[in-house]
C-alpha cells in the first residue's frame, strides 16, 4: 500500500477529488486503449458482432427455429430473412457510427476494470474484512454485467431487430433503415440489460447504508412489478416478447436481491 494510501483518511476534501480524479483517469485510458482496438478490428466488431443479428442464421433465430420443431409448432418460431437493407444518408455517417460504437465497446470491456478503479479508491476506508468482501463485490459485479450484455446481445436485442426490422404498416412501403438507427438500437438495448443487471450490487450498498431492508422490498413488490414492467417497455422497442424476455430475469433478480438485502441486514445487526 502507498503511503498515499496510508494517508487518504486523513486526506482533506480537495486531496480526495485528486485521488479520485487519477481514477478516472486511469479508467479512461483504459477505456480509449479498448476503443482503439475495436477501432482497428472494425470488420470484426461490425460483420460478425453488430450486423451479425441481420442474418437469419444467427445464432438466437436459430435457435428458436429448433425451440419451434421440438414443440411440434412447425416453422412458426423460425424468422425470415429480415427484409429491411441499412442505409447511410450522411457524409461522415458510417465514420461517425465507427466511433460511436468503438467507444460503445470500450465502456463494455473495460467495466470490470472501472469497478476495480472504484474498489481501488474505496478500500483505503474499508476494513481488513470489509475489503475482501469489496473485493468480491467488483468480480459480482463484472460477471453480473456481462451476462446481462449477453443476454441483451443474444435475446433481447435479435427479438427487437426482428420485430421493428419486419413491421410494415403497409406491403407498399419498403423498410430501408439507417446505420445509425440499427446500430443505436442493438448497442443501447444491449448496453441497458448489462446495466440493469447490476441490480443485485446496487442493493447491497444500499443495504448495507440501512437505506434498503428486506421488509421494505417484500413489502413494496408489486409495485416492484409494475416499475420492472415500465423499466422493460422503456428499454426495449414495442413488441410484447422483448419486454417479457427483459422482465422475467429482471424480477428473478428482484428476488435474488431481497436475499441479498436479508444476508446484508443480518450482519449489520
Known amino acids: 500500500m502507498s503511503k498515499e494510501e496510508k494517508n487518504k483518511g486523513d486526506m482533506s476534501f480537495l486531496e480526495h477529488l485528486e485521488v479520485l480524479r487519477w481514477h478516472l483517469v486511469r479508467s479512461a485510458v483504459v477505456i480509449l486503449v479498448f ?25 438466437t433465430y436459430e ?44 465502456i463494455i470491456v473495460a467495466f470490470p476494470y472501472i469497478l476495480f478503479e472504484i474498489w481501488r479508491f474505496i478500500t483505503p476506508a474499508l476494513q481488513k474484512k470489509e475489503k475482501k468482501s ?50 443505436s438500437t442493438v448497442t443501447t438495448v444491449t448496453l441497458a440489460c448489462g446495466l440493469v443487471f447490476e441490480l443485485p450490487l446496487l442493493v447491497y450498498f444500499l443495504a448495507k447504508l440501512g437505506i434498503m431492508t428486506p421488509e421494505f422490498m417484500r413489502k ?3 409495485h416492484a412489478i ?36 436479508k444476508v446484508v441486514s443480518k450482519k449489520n445487526t
Open 220 to 222: 413494496y413488490r408489486k
Open 63 to 106: 435457435l428458436f427455429c429448433k425451440l419451434s420443431h421440438l414443440l411440434g409448432r412447425g416453422d412458426d418460431l423460425c424468422m425470415e430473412e429480415i427484409s429491411f437493407s441499412l442505409i447511410n444518408i450522411t457524409m461522415s455517417g458510417q465514420f461517425t457510427t465507427h466511433i460511436v460504437t468503438s467507444i460503445i465497446a470500450g
Open 35 to 59: 476503443t482503439i482496438v475495436a477501432f482497428i478490428f472494425k470488420g470484426f466488431i461490425f460483420d460478425d458482432v453488430i450486423l451479425a443479428q441481420k442474418n437469419a442464421d444467427f445464432w
Open 226 to 261: 409494475v416499475v420492472t414492467l415500465v423499466l422493460s417497455a422503456i428499454i426495449t422497442p414495442p413488441d410484447i416478447s422483448s419486454q417479457v424476455l427483459l422482465t422475467i430475469p429482471l424480477l428473478i433478480l428482484y428476488e435474488f436481491s431481497i436475499y441479498i438485502a
Open 134 to 183: 469489496a473485493l468480491s463485490l467488483v468480480f459480482s459485479g463484472s460477471i453480473l454485467f456481462m451476462i446481462g450484455i449477453v443476454f441483451g446481445y443474444y435475446f433481447v436485442s435479435p427479438l427487437s431487430v426482428q420485430f421493428l426490422g419486419n413491421y410494415q404498416v403497409s406491403e407498399s412501403i419498403t423498410n430501408q433503415i439507417t446505420i445509425s438507427s440499427f446500430i
